[in-house]
């Protein structure tokens, strides 16, 4: 394929060019020039401009098929789209599985209601509005396209190395350490994640294979649970960590934020978080690696940042400390 990436300097992005250049397609960049700049320098040709008012530096090229990394206002997409609908013949739109209204309801599949916005001129992208911009930004592919000429990767929770938001590395990381580990609710809860490097392979073959409509990227429900998690980070790190496991209860009453400042964990009400059916992408050849090479190369690239880089996911040492000894306390 002639490919075009809008982005690709950064980690799906990247993990897409990486991948795409290993399959021998020749692939083009559209992006800012702002982040890593030089990360693909002599391997890909680089257009620089800006999705909102500067798409003039794609005028007159044809591609295959554009993978579009970064989009996230409707408007945008759309004027991407119909900037492109006659030079490519296929259009990639990364998208994410928080685009369905109900968090509560397992095994969520494709057809699954989807959220929606009172007001869809918004393009402020908030915790409220990044899934129905997303759900936009779909139907404005499909819409320029034509629904047989788009597809919808409603990506999960994606990690691996260069995940900067520190959603996935924490743990790696903060089992390596040793010692009491805070763990959430009990070994047994189910989680949902995606290596980077399996949702970048999937991504380029179904591209390649024409794949239209929405389909679910992530990993099978039931595939890894918490405990799963931490005693594969235990076991590649070689630690000699211990795990607390603390209820839903203490976590919501001592204000300890999902997700973010606890990484992988949601309340037990939100049931249909880490349950999303993806029968149909693994049906389309979506594969998951083994958990303990996810964390082997997770860990490996963690330990090339700088020693006082400021994690943007997980507990400090000092509050994850100050919960342990309440929970010791309490029982």
């Known amino acids: 394929m002639k490919l075009l990436v809008i982005g690709g300097t950064r980690f799906l992005g990247r993990a897409i060019v990486n991948y795409a250049l290993s399959a021998g397609h020749e692939v083009t960049l559209f992006n800012r020039g702002q982040s890593n700049p030089d990360l693909f320098e002599g391997e890909v040709e680089t257009l620089i401009g800006n999705?909102?008012?500067?798409?003039?530096?794609l005028d007159g090229r044809s591609f295959t098929a554009v993978i579009d990394t970064c989009g996230y206002i409707p408007r945008l997409v759309r004027d991407s789209a119909t900037r492109l609908k006659d030079a490519i013949e296929h259009y990639t739109f990364i998208s994410t599985l928080s685009v369905y209204s109900d968090n509560s309801t397992p095994g969520q599949d494709e057809s699954s209601p989807l959220g929606t916005m009172e007001d869809e001129t918004v393009e402020e992208v908030t915790g409220e509005t990044y899934g129905p911009l997303k759900v936009l930004c779909e139907k404005a592919a499909s819409d320029v396209m034509g629904a047989e000429n788009a597809l919808h990767?409603?990506?999960?929770?994606?990690?691996g190395p260069h995940d900067l938001s520190d959603r996935f590395t924490y743990w790696p990381a903060r089992v390596a350490r040793g010692g009491e580990v805070l763990a959430p609710d009990?070994?047994?809860?189910?989680?949902?994640?995606?290596?980077?490097?399996?949702?970048?392979a999937w991504t380029v073959q179904a591209t390649e294979a024409r794949l239209h409509g929405p389909?679910?990227?992530?990993?099978?429900?039931?595939?890894?649970?918490?405990?799963?998690?931490?005693?594969?980070?235990?076991d590649v790190s070689g630690s000699e960590a211990t795990f607390t496991w603390v209820s839903d209860e203490f976590l919501m009453a001592n204000e300890v934020g999902a997700y973010v400042q606890l990484p992988l964990w949601v309340p037990a009400e939100y049931t249909g978080?880490?349950?999303?059916?993806?029968?149909?992408?693994?049906?389309?050849?979506?594969?998951?690696?083994?958990?303990?090479?996810?964390?082997?190369?997770?860990?490996?690239?963690?330990?090339?940042?700088?020693?006082?880089?400021?994690?943007?996911g997980g507990l400090t040492p000092e509050r994850e400390a100050e919960l342990l000894q309440k929970w010791h306390e309490r029982a």
């Not at 009990?186 to 970048?200: G, S, T, Y």
């Not at 029968?279 to 958990?291: F, H, S, T």
């Open 186 to 200: 009990k070994p047994e809860h189910l989680v949902q994640f995606i290596d980077v490097r399996d949702l970048a």
């Open 51 to 57: 999705r909102d008012g500067g798409l003039g530096v």
């Open 215 to 234: 389909y679910n990227a992530t990993s099978p429900a039931g595939h890894f649970s918490m405990g799963q998690v931490l005693h594969t980070c235990r």
């Open 153 to 159: 990767v409603r990506a999960g929770l994606i990690v």
């Open 273 to 312: 978080f880490d349950t999303f059916n993806t029968d149909k992408a693994a049906a389309a050849g979506l594969a998951i690696r083994p958990l303990a090479e996810t964390v082997h190369d997770t860990l490996t690239w963690a330990a090339t940042r700088p020693t006082d880089y400021t994690w943007r």
